[in-house]
């Protein structure tokens, strides 16, 4: 089993920034990809950002690209997701998940972990 938990979630205004933190146990954190979902009230879960187990590839969706960075830390077992320019439509609760076998993209059911969420309101 690997534990997955988000942090850095808060309220912010328009324009501002926000750093999500996803702290890993119980796996060999290096040898995952990991990504960030994302689900607002009364949507989908969205695929927000990817990246492989030794950074050399990331992928973002189109509505947060050149806005959101996902990065990561193996030596801490941490990934990251830096949000910029945040618009209303970014406020949604915010999912780190991991996949073991080196995928890296948007199709949730590569995913075995997943973390329980941390929440980003953005007013306007």
């Known amino acids: 089993q690997m534990q997955l938990v988000e942090s850095g979630g808060g309220l912010v205004q328009a324009g501002d920034s926000l750093r999500l933190s996803c702290a890993a146990s119980?796996?060999?954190?290096?040898?995952?990809?990991m990504a960030w979902f994302r689900r607002a009230p009364g949507k989908e879960r969205e695929f927000v950002a990817a990246?492989?187990?030794?950074?050399?590839?990331?992928f973002y969706a189109d509505s947060v690209k050149g806005r959101f960075t996902i990065s990561r830390d193996n030596a801490k077992n941490t990934v990251y997701l830096q949000m910029n320019s945040l618009k209303p439509e970014d406020m949604a609760v915010y999912y780190c998940?991991?996949?073991?076998?080196?995928?890296?993209?948007?199709?949730?059911?590569?995913?075995?972990?997943w973390g329980q969420g941390t929440q980003v309101t953005v007013s306007s």
């Open positions: 119980g796996r060999t954190f290096s040898s995952y990809s």
């Open positions: 998940a991991a996949s073991p076998g080196g995928y890296a993209g948007p199709r949730v059911n590569e995913y075995n972990y």
């Open positions: 990246i492989t187990w030794s950074s050399a590839y990331a």
